[in-house]
């Protein structure tokens, strides 16, 4: 599969907050985000370079800055620029031609990209990071050719350069398509299994949440199935489900997924809508929560508002509190403060640890008594 940066090696991370665009994210804790996902991506950040804005401007960064962010380039003997946003294809390359040939530029998408490239077991999970990468692809060439195009066309312009681009927008969207089609008999395979599993009557428990929550340590604990789980942002990106027996005795599938993160790429969110659709097929919703971090209150938010977007939000939903072994004594006021706001919620919450098993037996309890209506009615569907 095809990355979409070459070697990463040392990097700069840069960001850059916008006044009147008011996020709950500090700029921060965005770049503190970013810095780990480029050490999932196995990059080392060397500098950090960060500015407030009062509007876009298309080079990403203001004069000064980017004169500063040259400087440590040099100092810190930098390959690599990470952007905390997407990029548009004009600052991508306005920022590309200012820092010269031998820095690449990346932005946030393009390194979710990679780690996701990276990260893709299943055949269906690779196509689906193609799809997202040629999805991204796309338009950057069609920005190289608008620019061409408000050039006046014509004569001048209509030379081997425009040609070059509309080949490779062709080979784009052929591949594009090649890869839907591909997806979409990988997929036929699962709504079979999925077909046989609504036949079998046997109810769905989703397991959603930010990366890195413990989804997957989560699963393990209560499975042993031994999922992958690793602390690394996205080291979860296939579906992957596990039968389990409740305390009343209740077999329930469980499946882990793909972790969310915030400005989560629209050409991500497309291109894992089958992925997701597992989810929006599920019985009941568990949202996994890292209550320890101390952005878990926006994560919870970035999770609602996809859990909003794939029309779930009307599903039955529990929510673990996870990591609860870290929130002992010695835990800081603020993360206690955290957790107990947050267990104050409209949604019924348990307190879990994966790593200890501290909660789950609670956790299972709720389970079973979210899913009883559900239970209830199939058991009437059987008896009449
Ligand atoms: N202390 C503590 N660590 C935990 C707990 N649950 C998970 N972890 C750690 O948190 C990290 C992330 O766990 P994962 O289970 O991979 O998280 P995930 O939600 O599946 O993450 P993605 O697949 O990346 O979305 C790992 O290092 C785990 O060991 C817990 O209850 N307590
Ligand atoms: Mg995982």
Known sequence: MKSTRPRLERAIIVGVELRRRRSPWRLKDSLAELAELARSARALVVGTVSQRLDRPTQVYLGKGKLEELKGLIYTKRASTVICDDELTPTQQRNLEKALGESVK???????????????????????????????????????????????????????????QIETDRRLVRTRIQKLKRDLEDVRRHRARYRARRIEMDV?????????????????????????MAENMLFSTLDPVTRRIHTPAGRDVLLTDTVGFIQKLPTAVVAAFRATLEEVQESTLVLHVVDVTHRNAT???????????????????????????????????????????????????????????????????????????????????????
Request: glycine share 12%.
């Open 105 to 163: 530029v990346i932005d946030r998408t393009a390194l979710i990209l990679d780690v996701f490239a990276q990260r893709a077991r299943t055949k269906e999970g690779r196509l689906q990071v193609e799809l997202a990468q040629h999805e991204y692809l796309l338009p950057r060439l069609a920005g190289q050719w608008t620019h061409l195009e408000r050039l006046g066309g014509g004569i001048g312009t209509r030379g081997p350069g425009e040609t």
């Open 203 to 227: 109810p769905v428990v989703s397991l959603v949440g930010y990366t890195n929550a413990g989804k997957s340590s989560l699963l393990n604990r209560l499975t042993k199935a031994g999922v």
């Open 298 to 384: 926006q994560m919870v938010s970035v999770v609602e508002g996809i859990i909003d977007e794939l029309g779930i939000a009307d599903k039955p939903r529990l929510m673990a509190l996870n990591k609860a072994d870290l929130l002992d004594d010695d835990a800081d006021s603020d993360a206690l403060g955290r957790a107990l706001r947050l267990a104050d919620g409209d949604l019924r919450c348990v307190f879990t640890s994966a790593q200890t098993g501290a909660g789950l037996g609670e956790l299972l309890h709720e389970i079973d008594a979210a899913l009883q209506p559900e239970l209830a009615s199939m058991d009437r569907i059987v008896v009449g």
